[in-house]
């Protein structure tokens, strides 16, 4: 079965997810597809000054995310999107320009520089990001998941931390049975 997920890797909750579908997949027979989600685009101008310089370096490994996507490259892609979260969310630090270089380097993308810095892809970022929306917004953020057969997504789940095995699929079977009822619509708890 496949699973496309919409992601934004400067988001730490949706960096925890991926790790837990990374970790759900070979057990339920899930082949991942990742593609952009931008939370630039989500937030507009309404990004606090202490995050810009963060989300200005996600938008830009966005760019490159989306030029892999489009060239079919998604193993590489998945490479790239765990050299950035452990240069980030692993270690503690803010994604920036340095890291996302590195991240490209270390996941052997050719020509990284060009297609980071190159403006023309930030229309398949938002092509992306809109489709995501359109499956599960409004008023949802990173990530969002598809499943193969279903025509509407859900944002997360959002986990705390990649539980154990046992644990990790019992939220993949619940998210994959609630994703394919029609009357399902939210399930959520407060932050705090």
């Not at 995050?51 to 590489?76: C, E, F, I, P, T």
């Not at 917004?137 to 193969?148: A, D, F, R, T």
């Not at 095995?165 to 029609?182: G, M």
Request: with cysteine.
């Amino acid at each position: 079965m496949e699973v496309i997920y919409y992601f934004d890797p400067g988001c730490p909750f949706t960096w925890r997810t991926s790790r837990w579908l990374l970790a759900v997949a070979p057990e339920r027979g899930l082949t991942v597809r990742w593609s952009p989600f931008s939370l630039a685009i989500l937030n507009g101008d309404g990004v606090p000054e202490q995050y810009r310089a963060m989300v200005a370096a996600s938008s830009r490994a966005l760019r490159l995310v989306a030029a892999l996507k489009a060239d079919g490259r998604q193993n590489q892609l998945a490479v790239y999107y765990t050299e950035l979260g452990n240069r980030t969310h692993e270690a503690g630090a803010g994604m920036s320009d340095e890291i996302v270089d590195a991240a490209a380097d270390a996941a052997g993308v050719e020509k990284a520089a060009v297609i980071l810095d190159d403006p023309s892809w930030d229309e398949s970022v938002r092509e992306s990001h809109e489709a995501a929306m359109a499956l599960a917004g409004p008023g949802i953020g990173s990530p969002v998941l598809q499943v193969e057969g279903v025509t509407r997504g859900l944002h997360g789940p959002i986990i705390s931390e990649v539980p154990a095995i046992e644990e990790s699929l019992a939220i993949w079977d619940a998210t994959a049975t609630l994703i394919r009822l029609d009357s399902f619509f939210e399930l959520k708890r407060g932050r705090g």
